[in-house]
Each structure stands twice: as C-alpha cells, then as structure tokens.
C-alpha cells in the first residue's frame, strides 16, 4: 500500500464547477502537505503548502487537511480551462534534518470551456 | 533567474548504453534529488544529496549512480541502459531549512531505451 493514495482520474468538470480533488496517506509522522500542479510535459510546481491540520486558501484554491482521518483536499473555486493539469498531493515527515517527501500518483483535472 | 535547469530534454539510448543526466540549480538550494516519473506510479525517488560531497539512496537506486561535487550540480548517470528505464526524469531542489517553499523541479528529461 502506498503511503499516500490519490484517484488518478481523470476528472472532467465544466469551467466554473467547484473542482475537489483529494488524497488519504497512512503515516502518522507526515507533518506537511502540499499540493503541486504538473502542467503536460512539464516539471511539477509548488501549488500550495500547508502544516499540520486546518484549512489555507489562496485565491481560488483552498487546501485542508484532516488528520484525524488522514485526508487531503483541495479546492478550485470558479475553475477555468488554465486550471486543466495533473494535480499532485503530498506528504512529508522530518527525516535526518530534512523532509522526507512521499508525492501521489497525481490526479488529471481537465476543465472544459 | 534559471531555477533547476536540466539537459537533454529528450534522449534514445540502446540497451547496454551509459550516459549522464545534468542538473543545475542557481538558488544555492542545499538538498537536490532525482525522481523518475511513470504512468500509475507516480513520482519515486532515486537518489538525494543533502550538500556537497553526501548523497543517499532513495526508492528506486538501482542502475543509477550519483556524485555532487559543487552545491548547483547534482548528475544521474545510467551505468548500463535498460528498456525498463525509460521514464521521465525530474530533478528537484530546495532548501533544508524554508520547506514551506517546497521543491522546485526542472523540466524534465523524456529517456527511451530500445
């Protein structure tokens, strides 16, 4: 089992649909959670970072996490065809004086205009 | 400001084949670290380098060497290409202290091995 899971899609939604996009993972050491956005042929950038539990919003994009249930989300409000990507959660534990970073398999969203 | 920069982009090799995967980065980032990226797998970690002179293995080593002489250069070199290593390499970087800026990652090389 991996130690972080995500439904690789693909998820089709209308542009302005409210998109939500989640993870579980199984170890209880990951402290930070992050999400990152791949766009095709591209190297993934760092879409949002969050620590421990709670929610962090960023214009349309809001990260929660939940670690009594060991669940990650992520929200796109308003979505728009730019938003069409591979979306890819992550974990990370501190590990030797640095973290340790376990990443999904990534989720397709594809937007539709 | 050029961040994580690797060469080639795209790269065919035959099987038995060696060759070297460059990465630079001009953040002056300590840790830097390969991934290999496949359909269903996602990304998995070769090998790490947490400063000049120290790397480690990750998930995925073997069939991959690495060395890190300066802090901006990080090469993978395949010592004997296999079908089973064509992949999409990334390699990242980032600080070991502000992890809030999480990984930058470089564009990637596509490598296909016949």
């Known amino acids: 089992q991996k130690e972080v899971e995500q439904d690789p899609g693909p998820l089709s939604v209308p542009e302005g649909a409210i998109v939500s996009l989640n993870c579980t993972y199984s170890?209880?050491?990951?402290?930070?959670f992050m999400w990152y956005r791949q766009y095709s042929r591209k190297g993934p950038e760092l879409l949002m970072y969050t620590y421990s539990s709670g929610n962090k919003e960023d214009g349309r994009f809001t990260a929660q996490v939940d670690k009594s249930s060991k669940y990650i989300s992520l929200f796109i409000r308003d979505s728009q065809p730019s938003d069409s990507a591979t979306y890819l959660c992550?974990?990370?534990?501190?590990?030797?004086?640095?973290?340790?970073?376990?990443f999904g398999t990534g989720t397709k969203l594809q937007v539709i205009p | 400001n050029a961040g994580v920069t690797q060469t080639p982009k795209f790269q065919v090799l035959k099987t038995g084949q060696s060759m070297t995967l460059q990465c630079a980065q001009d953040?002056?980032?300590?840790?830097m670290s390969w991934y290999r990226q496949d359909p269903g797998m996602g990304l998995r970690l070769i090998h790490y380098s947490v400063g000049a002179g120290i790397t480690d293995q990750g998930e995925v080593p073997n069939g991959y060497n690495v060395s890190r002489s300066t802090t901006e250069d990080f090469p993978l070199r395949l010592l004997s290409a296999a079908p089973s290593q064509t992949s999409v390499y990334f390699c990242?970087?980032?600080?070991?202290?502000?992890?809030?800026?999480?990984?930058?990652f470089g564009s990637g090389t596509r490598l296909t091995v016949v």
């Open positions: 990242a970087s980032s600080t070991l202290t502000s992890q809030e800026y999480g990984y930058t």
């Open positions: 170890n209880s050491a990951f402290q930070y």
């Open positions: 992550a974990s990370s534990s501190n590990s030797g004086g640095y973290q340790k970073v376990t």
């Open positions: 953040m002056n980032h300590e840790y």
